[in-house]
């Protein structure tokens, strides 16, 4: 089946640093991705939806200056989180949608989990 | 806008036990649902997807449903094994639109 990779899969920075997270289809060309946040013991919130070649949208209540996302082609997704803080620390998820309309399928990747210092 | 909870949030069993975990979703023109399973630290793995169109899928010892009419969803696992304990999220998503997660049910399967 179709892979989405994340790297790093975790990191762990200083507050005031920025922190640059990629995603990859690995065999599939992705038409979305989306990236997600989850906290310990809860569940994902969408975070932003990119498309390639244009600018993300975010989900209200997200800084779209603190997380920068970049869809460079249809297989890559880097989100920037910049200037990190503690607050910050969470698990990364990201997800690739392939297809269009009723064929449409989502993979997720593995994750990456920032810990702030 | 679609909503998901799931109950229980927790739940533990002895091993070999047959059980039952609980989706419901605010929106009847859901586009389809799927569950995943997280284990601690991990990311996602998908079980199940079922389409709007379908009323069940199968996996082995799992099985999921969907009603839309009641706004439900049920994952039964067949013979509960230790490996089991997990995570399982289920996931519900319109037309369109992104998957709406709900909480998690946080299952221990105890040998």
Redesign the interface.
């Given at each position: 089946g179709a892979v989405v990779s994340?790297h790093p899969s975790w990191v762990i920075c200083k507050s005031g640093t920025s922190v640059k997270i990629e995603c990859r289809s690995l065999d599939f060309q992705a038409t979305t991705m989306?990236w997600y946040r989850q906290f310990p013991k809860?569940?994902?919130?969408?975070m932003a939806?990119s498309n390639e070649g244009s600018k993300a949208t975010y989900e209200q209540g997200v800084e779209k200056d603190k997380f920068l996302i970049n869809h460079a082609s249809l297989t890559l997704s880097t989100l920037t989180v910049t200037s990190a803080h503690p607050e910050d620390s969470s698990?990364y998820?990201c997800?690739a949608r392939v297809g269009r309309g009723g064929t449409d399928?989502?993979?997720?990747?593995?994750?990456t989990?920032l810990t702030v210092l | 806008k679609q909503e998901v909870t799931q109950i229980p949030a927790a739940l533990s069993v002895p091993e070999g036990e047959n059980l039952v975990l609980n989706c419901s979703f605010t929106d009847s023109a859901i586009y389809n649902l799927q569950w995943?399973r997280q284990d601690p630290?991990?990311?996602?793995t998908?079980l199940l997807?079922i389409q709007s169109s379908q009323r069940e899928q199968t996996s082995g010892r799992l099985n999921a449903s969907l009603d839309k009419s009641s706004g439900r969803s049920t994952l039964y696992i067949a013979a509960s094994q230790p490996g089991d304990s997990a995570t399982y999220?289920c996931?519900g998503r319109n037309y369109g639109q992104?998957?709406v997660?709900?909480?998690?049910t946080r299952l221990s399967v105890l040998p």
């Open positions: 994340q989306f809860q569940s994902l919130m969408l939806t698990f998820i997800s399928t989502q993979y997720f990747g593995p994750g989990r | 995943f630290g991990k990311g996602l998908s997807l999220l996931a992104n998957f997660f709900g909480p998690g």
